[in-house]
């Protein structure tokens, strides 16, 4: 089965820099890589998104990068802000086995700085 | 659009008793729900796939005799913890899927069994 890795466990930034999360996964049939952040007691919260059709995606200060060949994908925040800081989680899939199963990273603790 | 609600948000109950936790999709039709637990500070661990009108697919581990689910409707799962114990006690959260891959997740309920 599918089986993600993401780094760094925790990241601190200071407010204005830029924060990146990398992800690696291990099924080539994965196709969909979605990145969720969760505040304390709070639900994940889908974030952004990217498909294998696509290398790069942005949305206002988050972006994602894929690299179907590395099978890897990153997820980029710039000129960060204190409401940033949060768990952030990325995901894969997917699964081909049954009805769009994620594998989830372990997730990365953003504190941003003022 | 794609909210999910969860019911309720926290609950407390005696050892031995069970507990019914519904998950609805408010604004979608959801083929297919995600159960999921969550320990502090961890990842996302998924319990089981529940799709409408069909048994639950269990992951490997997870007692599907102990953990009930009914997807009795397109919008509408719900998972029983049956004769809880304290080591049951954690923070439970769905998710309902749009599309393929695409997940939204509800607000959670934190079961405490005393």
């Known amino acids: 089965g599918e089986n993600v890795e993401q780094h760094p466990s925790t990241l601190s930034v200071q407010e204005g820099d830029s924060a990146v999360i990398k992800c690696t996964y291990s099924d080539s049939a994965s196709n969909y890589f979605p990145w969720y952040k969760q505040e304390l007691g709070k639900r994940p919260q889908l974030i952004i998104d990217i498909r294998s059709n696509v290398g790069e995606k942005k949305d206002q200060r988050i972006a994602v990068t894929l690299n179907k060949t590395a099978k890897h994908f990153s997820l980029h925040i710039t000129e960060t802000q204190p409401e940033d800081s949060a768990v952030y989680f990325c995901a894969a899939g997917p699964s081909t086995d049954s009805w769009g199963k994620l594998q989830f990273g372990a997730g990365t603790q953003v504190v941003v700085t003022p | 659009g794609a909210v999910v609600s969860q019911h309720p948000s926290r609950v407390i109950c005696k050892s031995g008793t069970s507990v019914k936790i519904e998950c609805r999709s408010l604004d979608f039709q959801a083929t297919t729900m995600f159960w999921y637990r969550q320990f502090p500070k961890q990842s996302l661990m998924l319990m089981a796939t529940?799709?409408?009108?069909?048994?639950?697919?269990?992951e490997q581990g997870v007692e599907k005799d102990k953990f009930l689910i009914n997807h009795a409707s397109l919008t509408l799962s719900t998972l029983t913890v049956t004769s809880a114990h304290p080591e049951d006690s954690s923070f439970y959260i769905c998710?309902?899927?749009?599309?393929?891959?695409?997940?939204?997740f509800g607000p959670g309920t934190r079961l405490t069994v005393t």
């Open positions: 529940s799709n409408e009108g069909s048994k639950a697919t269990y």
């Open positions: 998710s309902a899927s749009i599309s393929v891959g695409e997940q939204y």
